[in-house]
């Protein structure tokens, strides 16, 4: 059984940085692609960014520049750099893995950014 387990969230003020890891109970050589996404009140979970077992990303317009989304497949972690943050960042955020065509979840980790 796959599990995700995210960390890193918090309060922190806009401009600040933080850095959001997921830990997965397997090989995450095997998962393609991982991803973040978000859920903000009111809002539809949207997704962050992604990388494949290739180590290829894509990320949404509103964080392009800001985000970075990486891999550790020794670690069995994927990462979120956050920079920059503002006050749109602020959600609750996913890890997600795909492997053999079948979506796994964290159970989330809340960022707010404050004034």
């Known amino acids: 059984q796959v599990q995700l387990v995210e960390s890193g969230g918090g309060l922190v003020q806009a401009g600040g940085s933080l850095r959001l890891s997921c830990a997965a109970s397997?090989?995450?050589?095997?998962?393609?692609?991982m991803a973040w996404y978000r859920q903000a009140p009111g809002k539809q979970r949207e997704l962050v960014a992604s990388?494949?077992?290739?180590?290829?990303?894509n990320y949404a317009d509103s964080v392009k520049g800001r985000f970075t989304i990486s891999r550790d497949n020794a670690k069995n972690t994927v990462y979120l750099q956050m920079n920059r943050l503002n006050n749109e960042d602020t959600a609750a955020y996913y890890c997600?893995?795909?492997?053999?065509?079948?979506?796994?979840w964290g159970q989330g980790t809340q960022v707010t950014v404050s004034s």
């Open positions: 997600n893995a795909v492997t053999l065509g079948r979506n796994f």
């Open positions: 990388i494949t077992s290739g180590s290829r990303t």
């Open positions: 397997g090989t995450i050589g095997s998962f393609n692609p």
